[in-house]
């Protein structure tokens, strides 16, 4: 029974990190101020996906927002591979930090699809679609995620093995479908977003992760890209993020 609460909380939290206050939803497809969409949502004028939409209400970024009857902020799908320095958070707002939005000046309303530890670098994505965003975070739809990790000591064989059975983490087992290592430098893909789960992993084993680097998310990588710099995804990219399920190898690379 508390794993299950537990497990509902990470699915409300992560469910939260990807969504906005209605009345700020309304006001960023230019129907009005903040304040003005507020008053039109008290008086029974605005709908979200068919329901009568009430002030505390938060919706994601494929939401149908409806003021009279009439559809408002349909917009262009627009799906962004971004380059997430350090320091910077996955959240849309944040009065304290940097947040991924901020650093991808577009006008469509792109949220990112997942999270990726403050402390970490790598391939954030951001977009208006909400059924891929759900493809990406969801465990069921088997998108990958592989990280470049700097541990405290060396991994040995034993780790290695231990990996490869699957390590429980909060009651749930984390399985590794890719492994590649050279002492203190790890690459592993996982099929899960959970929060901090890279660091939780290792250090059930005993390690410390000094570093961290998502470098793909499915066969999507940084490419030529630099910290904070960020690219408009093709369709042809788009749809190499719906097949990337990886089957379990685990091989030693020397001279990373």
Not at 30 to 41: D, M, N, P
Not at 133 to 140: A, C, D, E, G
Request: charged share 25%.
């Amino acid at each position: 029974m508390q794993f299950q609460q537990e497990k509902h909380q990470q699915a409300n939290s992560t469910a939260q990190d990807q969504k906005i206050a209605l009345p700020r939803a309304l006001a960023a497809t230019g129907t009005g101020s903040r304040r003005a969409c507020e008053e039109l949502i008290r008086e029974g004028r605005v709908k979200v996906n068919g329901s009568l939409g009430i002030i505390g209400m938060y919706v994601n970024a494929s939401a149908v927002l409806e003021v009279d009857g009439k559809k408002v902020g349909v917009e262009k799908k627009r799906t962004i591979l971004l380059y997430k320095p350090i320091g910077v958070v996955t959240s849309v707002i944040d009065p304290h930090n940097t947040t991924v939005t901020s650093l991808v000046p577009v006008s469509e309303r792109v949220y990112p699809a997942g999270r990726l530890d403050k402390d970490a670098s790598g391939v954030v994505i951001l977009t208006n679609d909400g059924l891929l965003s759900n493809k990406i975070m969801h465990p069921s739809q088997g998108v990958s995620k592989t990280y470049a990790v700097t541990l405290t000591r060396p991994l040995l064989q034993f780790h290695v093995s231990k990996l490869r059975r699957g390590v429980f983490v909060d009651g749930e087992k984390v399985l590794v479908t890719n492994l590649w290592w050279d002492g203190r430098e790890v690459r592993v893909t996982l099929h899960e977003g959970r929060k901090h789960i890279v660091k939780r992993l290792f250090r059930k084993l005993g390690f410390t992760v000094l570093g961290l680097t998502r470098t793909n998310i499915g066969r999507l990588g940084l490419g030529e890209l630099k910290p904070g710099e960020w690219k408009d995804l093709t369709q042809r990219e788009i749809n190499l993020l719906e097949n990337s399920k990886s089957q379990l190898t685990t091989t030693r690379i020397r001279g990373i």
